[in-house]
Structure formats: C-alpha cells, structure tokens
C-alpha cells in the first residue's frame, strides 16, 4: 500500500510541475508576456544564467548553449557574477531559423558571439523597468531597442513570452526569436 501511494504522490507533483510550465507557456503562445513565477511549493534556489538555461521549469535552451560555448567563452562570462540581462531563445523558437541560416552563423565564431552578446545587457533590469525605457545598450556595444504595447514587451520587436526569471547573477528573460545587430563585415 506504501508503494501505491508514492506513486500516486510522484504521479501528482509531475502533473503539478506540467501544469505551472503549460500555463506560462500557453500564455506566452497567446502572443503576451508573462512574468515568471515558481508554482507554489516548489521553489528554488537560483541559479547562475548559463546553469538556469540547463535546468528550469520553463523551456529547453540546448540550442542556445551550444552557441554560447562555441562563441569564445560567452558561456564562462555567463557564468561570471555580473550582474546580466539576458534575452534567451528556446530550442522551439531556435527551430523557426532555417538550417541554413544556423549552420552559416555557427560557422562564423566572430558573427555568432557578435549576435549572442547583443542579447546580454550589463546590469539587472526587471520587466517593470525595462518597460520604462526605450533603447539600452547591449554587451555587443549596440542599443536594442524596447517597447511596451498591449501589455507586452518588445525587445527589437521581437515578443518576450516570460519576463523576470531570477539568477544569482542576473535576470533572464525568454524571447520568440534571435534578435539581429548590425553585423560588421
């Protein structure tokens, strides 16, 4: 009987933590901003940026860390204590890219830490400041540019699906799409 009811309490906190994800994601799917927000119960302790993009209730950001790692150490300063903004892409937001486009980034080390360090900002920003502003400069050296309409918030136009998910070393939000510098040549 024991062991019937462990499973039945396993059974239950997975349905818990599938519920708390889908509801963020569904409404980030909806076309708004959601604020992050630990279901309750379960809690836990923050992470740094690159450690919160390995494991967290929110999406799979193995894409992303790949080219962090590729990008000349972009993940170590991820790392580092900061404090960071960082625009994340999840890997099903990562999938819209075409193939041909990713492999020819990947290719390019330069290019790729150029596109990856303009989605980091110096700096702990919240989406309530954020929304107050309209440019801020990245790590890449140029501004993004910032934009709140509808009760959403707009990186470079780009939709931000979940705002606010807390590091020890920063805040990290998840974008729909890469946002694009202006590429040197």
């Known amino acids: 009987m024991n062991l019937v009811m462990q499973k039945i309490s396993c059974l239950a906190l997975a349905l818990s933590i599938t519920c708390a994800v889908s509801s963020q994601v569904s409404a980030s799917a909806a076309g708004k901003t959601v604020s992050f927000k630990y279901k309750e119960g379960f809690e836990r302790k923050p992470k740094d940026i690159i450690n919160t993009l390995k494991d967290n209730e929110v999406a799979r950001f193995t894409t992303m860390l790949d080219g962090l790692t590729q990008a000349h150490g972009l993940d170590m300063t991820l790392k580092n204590n900061g404090p960071f903004t960082f625009f994340a892409v999840s890997d099903s ?67 931000v699906k979940v705002a606010d998910i807390p590091c020890t070393n920063g805040e990290m939000y998840v974008i729909e799409k890469l946002i694009m510098p202006p590429l040197t040549k």
């Open 93 to 159: 937001d990562f999938k819209k890219l075409p193939n041909d486009d990713k492999d020819t980034l990947w290719a390019n080390k330069d290019k790729l830490k150029q596109v990856l360090s303009y989605h980091v900002v110096n700096g702990i920003y919240k989406e309530d400041a954020l929304s107050k502003m309209t440019t801020l400069k990245t790590m890449e050296g140029h501004d993004i540019t910032i934009e709140k309409k509808d009760g959403s918030l707009y990186i470079d136009g780009v939709l």
